[in-house]
């Protein structure tokens, strides 16, 4: 660990995640976490598309989405970066209260997912 090069990491988000069938134990993290907090990193728990998916939803969450009042919003149902169904209903949660119509897919084939009765 005090080998390691930490300075490349930082300012950047850090995804800490091991995909191989190996037993790690949680101070291990906490290790990586700490040595990556000296260097003012964001460590976060996940491989590289859960890490992605927490960042945009937070991300989404902090945003005024007063810009999307009454509108009709269309969610894209691909894009670079596949999303979880949580952060489907995530989207649904903050949007619904707020906009007129929500459908999911694409221009040519949404499916209607909630339409104001206002």
Known sequence: MN???WSQYENKTVALYCSADA???NWAYM???SKLNE???QCIYGNEN???EKLLLESFAKDDLSVFANGKILVKGCGSFELSPEA????TNLL???VSSLMFGEACSSVPVFKSKV
Do not use: C, E, M
């Not at 489907?88 to 989207?91: A, D, F, N, P």
């Open 3 to 5: 080998k390691h090069d």
């Open 23 to 25: 037993i790690i134990p």
């Open 31 to 33: 290790l990586v976490a």
């Open 39 to 41: 260097f003012s990193a």
């Open 50 to 52: 859960q890490v992605r």
């Open 88 to 91: 489907y209903v995530t989207i």
């Open 96 to 98: 619904q209260p707020i």
